[in-house]
């Protein structure tokens, strides 16, 4: 196997696919690298091969267990950040240091054991993006907490 830079990642590329000659590219690849010549370029990264089921990355089953994990784990504390907040700062300041402290804590999570990204490069872009994602849940979350004080109100 030889292995080439495309995009700034490294990936490996199939000995003997150069000249497509009467071969169907491999799943997963493209069939023209930079330059326009034809060669099976596999759109994940070395070590990441499809495995026996196919179109499924090797690496996807214990990157979902690994997400989902991270996720339940974050909301878990959020809910007791929340709980333990509330009393203290009331429930939409409560909520709000309680889903910031959970998404940069869900982010930087990810970013090592689900994605195994480690040192500072893109570090800050990450956490943007992940608090792009807790702007929309803080939306949700204290819009609702709203609404539960709006009803609790009318209701007396």
Known sequence: M???????????????????????????????????????VPTVPVGRAESGTRGIPTGLPRQLISFVTIGVASTLAYGLLFLGLR???????????????TAIGNTAANRRLTFGV????????????GLLVFAFG???????????????????
């Open 118 to 129: 480690s040192g500072r490069a893109g570090v800050a872009r990450h956490q943007v993006q």
């Open 138 to 156: 803080l939306g949700l979350t204290s819009g609702s907490l709203a609404l539960l004080d709006a009803h609790r109100w009318h209701s007396r």
């Open 2 to 40: 030889v292995e080439g830079l495309v995009n700034g990642s490294v990936y490996g590329r199939v000995e003997g696919m150069a000249d497509g000659a009467g071969e169907e590219p491999v799943a997963g690849t493209s069939d023209l690298a930079p330059g326009g010549v034809r060669t099976a």
């Open 87 to 101: 009393t203290g700062f009331g429930a939409q300041s409560a909520n709000l240091i309680a889903l910031l402290i």
